[in-house]
Protein backbone atom coordinates (compact mmCIF):
# COMPACT_ATOMS: atom_id res chain seq x y z
CA UNK A 1 0.00 0.00 0.00
CA UNK A 2 0.90 3.18 -0.19
CA UNK A 3 3.17 4.66 2.66
CA UNK A 4 5.63 7.67 3.38
CA UNK A 5 9.04 7.01 4.97
CA UNK A 6 10.91 10.18 7.38
CA UNK A 7 14.18 10.06 8.52
CA UNK A 8 14.31 8.70 11.92
CA UNK A 9 14.40 11.57 14.70
CA UNK A 10 15.22 12.71 17.47
CA UNK A 11 17.78 15.06 15.26
CA UNK A 12 19.93 17.40 17.48
CA UNK A 13 21.65 20.56 15.96
CA UNK A 14 23.63 23.20 17.01
CA UNK A 15 22.28 26.67 16.02
CA UNK A 16 23.12 27.63 12.42
CA UNK A 17 23.63 24.07 11.29
CA UNK A 18 22.79 22.75 7.79
CA UNK A 19 19.11 20.73 8.19
CA UNK A 20 18.23 17.22 5.91
CA UNK A 21 14.92 15.93 6.97
CA UNK A 22 14.62 12.91 4.22
CA UNK A 23 11.42 12.06 3.26
CA UNK A 24 10.39 9.05 0.19
CA UNK A 25 6.96 7.95 -0.66
CA UNK A 26 5.97 5.14 -2.47
CA UNK A 27 2.94 5.16 -4.51
CA UNK A 28 1.15 6.33 -7.55
CA UNK A 29 0.24 9.25 -8.62
CA UNK A 30 0.74 11.84 -5.41
CA UNK A 31 0.19 14.93 -7.15
CA UNK A 32 1.35 17.00 -3.96
CA UNK A 33 3.47 17.21 -1.62
CA UNK A 34 3.42 18.43 2.30
CA UNK A 35 5.24 19.79 5.01
CA UNK A 36 3.94 19.89 8.38
CA UNK A 37 5.47 21.55 11.34
CA UNK A 38 4.07 20.64 15.23
CA UNK A 39 5.60 23.43 17.26
CA UNK A 40 5.53 22.92 21.11
CA UNK A 41 1.96 23.29 22.55
CA UNK A 42 0.67 23.91 18.85
CA UNK A 43 -1.62 22.28 16.25
CA UNK A 44 -0.07 21.28 13.42
CA UNK A 45 0.45 24.15 10.84
CA UNK A 46 1.24 23.95 6.45
CA UNK A 47 5.42 24.92 6.69
CA UNK A 48 5.29 24.42 2.85
CA UNK A 49 4.17 22.45 -0.17
CA UNK A 50 4.68 21.72 -3.78
CA UNK A 51 1.95 20.59 -6.47
CA UNK A 52 3.71 19.02 -9.47
CA UNK A 53 7.29 17.43 -9.86
CA UNK A 54 10.27 19.65 -10.08
CA UNK A 55 8.28 22.17 -7.99
CA UNK A 56 10.14 23.87 -4.99
CA UNK A 57 8.39 24.47 -1.75
CA UNK A 58 9.58 27.70 0.46
CA UNK A 59 8.87 29.63 3.59
CA UNK A 60 10.55 30.47 6.93
CA UNK A 61 13.81 29.75 4.85
CA UNK A 62 12.75 25.76 4.79
CA UNK A 63 13.37 24.35 1.31
CA UNK A 64 11.80 21.32 -0.08
CA UNK A 65 11.50 19.92 -4.31
CA UNK A 66 9.08 17.53 -5.45
CA UNK A 67 11.26 14.74 -7.26
CA UNK A 68 9.29 12.32 -8.83
CA UNK A 69 12.18 10.45 -9.99
CA UNK A 70 13.29 9.48 -6.66
CA UNK A 71 9.96 10.02 -5.31
CA UNK A 72 11.07 12.35 -2.86
CA UNK A 73 10.73 15.19 -0.75
CA UNK A 74 13.49 16.11 1.21
CA UNK A 75 13.29 19.11 3.65
CA UNK A 76 16.23 21.49 4.21
CA UNK A 77 17.28 24.91 5.83
CA UNK A 78 20.80 26.19 5.38
CA UNK A 79 21.15 27.80 8.96
CA UNK A 80 18.24 26.54 11.51
CA UNK A 81 17.13 28.34 14.92
CA UNK A 82 16.52 27.49 18.32
CA UNK A 83 12.75 28.72 16.97
CA UNK A 84 13.02 25.78 14.47
CA UNK A 85 12.55 23.02 17.52
CA UNK A 86 9.47 21.12 16.91
CA UNK A 87 8.29 17.96 15.25
CA UNK A 88 8.04 18.15 11.16
CA UNK A 89 6.05 15.66 9.38
CA UNK A 90 6.36 15.02 5.49
CA UNK A 91 2.61 14.39 4.18
CA UNK A 92 1.78 13.08 0.43
CA UNK A 93 -2.10 13.43 -0.79
CA UNK A 94 -3.51 10.68 -2.45
CA UNK A 95 -5.48 12.57 -4.80
CA UNK A 96 -8.22 11.18 -6.67
CA UNK A 97 -11.01 10.39 -4.78
CA UNK A 98 -10.87 11.65 -0.96
CA UNK A 99 -7.30 13.92 -1.22
CA UNK A 100 -6.31 12.37 1.67
CA UNK A 101 -2.79 13.41 3.57
CA UNK A 102 -0.61 10.23 4.88
CA UNK A 103 1.38 11.85 7.10
CA UNK A 104 4.52 10.60 7.73
CA UNK A 105 5.44 9.34 11.88
CA UNK A 106 7.00 12.71 12.24
CA UNK A 107 10.58 14.11 12.87
CA UNK A 108 11.19 15.64 16.20
CA UNK A 109 14.00 18.27 15.65
CA UNK A 110 15.51 20.12 18.98
CA UNK A 111 18.18 23.25 18.10
CA UNK A 112 20.55 24.11 20.67
CA UNK A 113 22.20 27.76 21.65
CA UNK B 1 -9.69 34.82 10.62
CA UNK B 2 -10.57 32.45 13.24
CA UNK B 3 -8.72 29.62 13.22
CA UNK B 4 -10.21 26.09 13.59
CA UNK B 5 -11.93 25.07 16.87
CA UNK B 6 -11.81 21.86 18.87
CA UNK B 7 -13.55 21.29 22.78
CA UNK B 8 -12.64 19.93 24.92
CA UNK B 9 -9.09 20.14 24.68
CA UNK B 10 -8.82 17.21 27.48
CA UNK B 11 -10.33 14.50 28.45
CA UNK B 12 -9.77 11.20 30.10
CA UNK B 13 -12.76 8.25 30.92
CA UNK B 14 -12.74 4.85 31.47
CA UNK B 15 -12.55 1.69 28.88
CA UNK B 16 -16.46 1.03 27.38
CA UNK B 17 -17.40 5.09 28.61
CA UNK B 18 -18.32 7.02 25.95
CA UNK B 19 -16.82 10.00 24.84
CA UNK B 20 -17.81 12.86 22.21
CA UNK B 21 -15.78 15.64 20.51
CA UNK B 22 -16.57 18.94 19.02
CA UNK B 23 -15.16 20.57 15.94
CA UNK B 24 -15.68 24.01 14.09
CA UNK B 25 -14.32 24.73 10.95
CA UNK B 26 -13.37 27.51 9.20
CA UNK B 27 -15.67 29.63 8.50
CA UNK B 28 -16.53 28.84 4.39
CA UNK B 29 -14.83 25.58 4.24
CA UNK B 30 -16.45 22.64 3.20
CA UNK B 31 -14.49 20.05 3.52
CA UNK B 32 -13.33 18.97 6.99
CA UNK B 33 -11.59 15.87 8.43
CA UNK B 34 -10.89 14.38 11.50
CA UNK B 35 -7.67 12.50 12.11
CA UNK B 36 -6.59 10.57 14.99
CA UNK B 37 -2.83 10.94 16.19
CA UNK B 38 -1.07 7.93 18.51
CA UNK B 39 1.82 9.11 20.47
CA UNK B 40 4.81 8.75 18.43
CA UNK B 41 2.87 8.32 14.94
CA UNK B 42 1.68 10.71 12.18
CA UNK B 43 -2.01 11.84 11.81
CA UNK B 44 -3.95 9.23 10.08
CA UNK B 45 -7.28 10.35 9.08
CA UNK B 46 -10.58 8.77 9.87
CA UNK B 47 -13.11 10.58 7.84
CA UNK B 48 -13.72 13.03 5.52
CA UNK B 49 -16.83 15.56 4.88
CA UNK B 50 -17.32 17.42 1.96
CA UNK B 51 -20.24 19.88 3.14
CA UNK B 52 -22.46 17.19 5.05
CA UNK B 53 -21.52 14.44 2.97
CA UNK B 54 -19.44 11.63 3.66
CA UNK B 55 -16.48 11.78 1.07
CA UNK B 56 -14.27 8.86 3.04
CA UNK B 57 -15.04 6.97 6.16
CA UNK B 58 -12.18 3.69 4.89
CA UNK B 59 -10.42 3.59 7.98
CA UNK B 60 -13.56 4.74 10.69
CA UNK B 61 -13.72 2.08 13.43
CA UNK B 62 -17.56 1.91 12.89
CA UNK B 63 -18.13 -0.71 15.17
CA UNK B 64 -17.47 2.13 17.93
CA UNK B 65 -16.48 5.61 16.22
CA UNK B 66 -19.23 7.39 14.51
CA UNK B 67 -19.19 10.87 13.08
CA UNK B 68 -21.37 13.50 11.39
CA UNK B 69 -21.79 17.20 10.41
CA UNK B 70 -25.45 18.61 10.61
CA UNK B 71 -25.87 21.30 8.05
CA UNK B 72 -22.13 21.10 6.69
CA UNK B 73 -20.59 23.38 9.44
CA UNK B 74 -19.77 21.36 12.47
CA UNK B 75 -18.95 18.39 13.28
CA UNK B 76 -19.12 15.62 16.23
CA UNK B 77 -16.98 12.78 16.52
CA UNK B 78 -18.06 10.07 19.13
CA UNK B 79 -16.86 6.65 20.54
CA UNK B 80 -18.88 4.22 22.31
CA UNK B 81 -17.62 2.53 23.85
CA UNK B 82 -13.75 3.32 24.20
CA UNK B 83 -11.09 0.90 24.39
CA UNK B 84 -7.52 1.68 26.08
CA UNK B 85 -6.26 1.92 22.32
CA UNK B 86 -8.07 4.91 21.23
CA UNK B 87 -5.66 7.08 23.69
CA UNK B 88 -4.94 9.63 21.37
CA UNK B 89 -5.10 12.52 20.13
CA UNK B 90 -8.11 13.64 17.63
CA UNK B 91 -7.39 16.68 15.53
CA UNK B 92 -9.91 18.43 12.98
CA UNK B 93 -8.89 19.70 10.10
CA UNK B 94 -10.67 22.04 7.11
CA UNK B 95 -10.28 22.97 3.72
CA UNK B 96 -11.88 25.44 1.06
CA UNK B 97 -12.84 24.37 -1.34
CA UNK B 98 -13.92 20.91 -2.58
CA UNK B 99 -10.84 19.96 -0.49
CA UNK B 100 -8.74 19.17 -3.91
CA UNK B 101 -5.23 17.79 -3.77
CA UNK B 102 -3.69 21.64 -3.82
CA UNK B 103 -5.70 22.54 -0.83
CA UNK B 104 -4.27 23.26 2.92
CA UNK B 105 -5.91 21.68 5.38
CA UNK B 106 -5.71 23.89 8.75
CA UNK B 107 -5.51 22.02 11.81
CA UNK B 108 -7.44 22.86 15.43
CA UNK B 109 -5.50 22.33 18.29
CA UNK B 110 -6.52 18.61 18.97
CA UNK B 111 -8.19 17.06 22.06
CA UNK B 112 -6.37 14.74 23.93
CA UNK B 113 -7.90 11.65 24.88
CA UNK B 114 -6.48 9.64 27.70
CA UNK B 115 -8.56 6.24 28.23
CA UNK B 116 -7.91 3.94 31.66
Known sequence: ?????????????????????????????????????????????????????????SNKGFEATYRKE????????????????????????KGAGSYQLTFGKGTKLSVIP | EAGVAQSPRYKIIEKRQSVAFWCNPISGHATLYWYQQILGQGPKLLIQFQNNGVVDDSQLPKDRFSAERLKGVDSTLKIQPAKLEDSAVYLCASSSMAGGYQETQYFGPGTRLLVL
Open chain 1, 1 to 57: GDSVTQMEGPVTLSEEAFLTINCTYTATGYPSLFWYVQYPGEGLQLLLKATKADDKG
Open chain 1, 70 to 93: TTSFHLEKGSVQVSDSAVYFCAPI
